[in-house]
């Protein structure tokens, strides 16, 4: 079975609903986030103005490989936070969620777990992907713990990745989740949004 390649397409849940990227998402990601470095602490991009955030939005909409998604919190409707799917491959059933980050707002609040569930339910459920795929530097601990939260699996670490905005090399660490993982990953997810 061949799965299907994601399009732009609209998840709603209960506190977030995730949206296609647009052009129209940079302001609100720039009132929401600012110029909070932390956020962008080990990523490869640090928008401080809000030409900035537009660029970086032109970015994620110019990139062929990406399937970009906007945060957007169903209290007050604004973007929070930025996510996509990269790297699909729907003959082998693969995609890589990546290029995540979120106000310092939400962090740990359930904005992460819902937009992962609605992201892991369409992965697997809808797009028929047997295997859903992260990396994320080996440094950021933050990252590293919410992706093991999820139920994901630590897979390796691939060496000297990727040069960082200082200059030095970033080991990325990688993870994944199997078709046959998801089910019982989607009940813990389900049960911790349901409890808070």
């Known amino acids: 079975m061949t799965a299907k390649t994601p399009a732009p397409v609209t998840l709603p849940g209960r506190h977030v ?19 909070d470095q932390e956020v962008f ?20 909409l110019a ?8 945060v957007v919190r169903t209290d007050g ?10 790297d699909v491959n729907p003959r082998d059933e ?3 969620i990546g290029g995540t980050w979120y106000a310092r707002s939400v962090w740990r609040s359930a904005v992460n777990t819902e937009t992962k569930l609605l992201l892991l339910t369409h992965a697997f459920e809808d797009l028929g992907m047997g295997r859903v ?15 093991r939260r999820l139920g994901a699996q630590y897979e ?5 990745a990727r040069q960082r905005k200082d200059g030095s090399w970033r080991d990325s660490v990688y993870f994944s989740m199997l078709a046959d993982e998801w089910p019982a990953a989607k009940s813990r997810l389900t049960e911790r949004l349901a409890a808070g």
């Open 63 to 70: 990139n062929a490989g990406c399937e970009p998604f906007a």
């Open 77 to 86: 409707g604004r973007a929070v936070g930025v996510t996509a799917f990269y």
């Open 94 to 96: 693969w995609v890589e």
């Open 133 to 147: 795929m992260w990396k994320t530097d080996n440094n950021n601990e933050r990252s590293q713990a919410a992706i």
């Open 156 to 160: 390796g670490t691939f060496r000297r």
């Open 17 to 35: 609903r995730l949206e296609p990227l647009a052009r129209a998402h940079a302001a609100d990601l720039y009132e929401t986030v600012g110029a």
């Open 41 to 60: 602490r080990w990523l490869p991009f640090e928008p401080r103005t809000a030409a900035d955030f537009a660029e970086l939005v032109d970015g994620y």
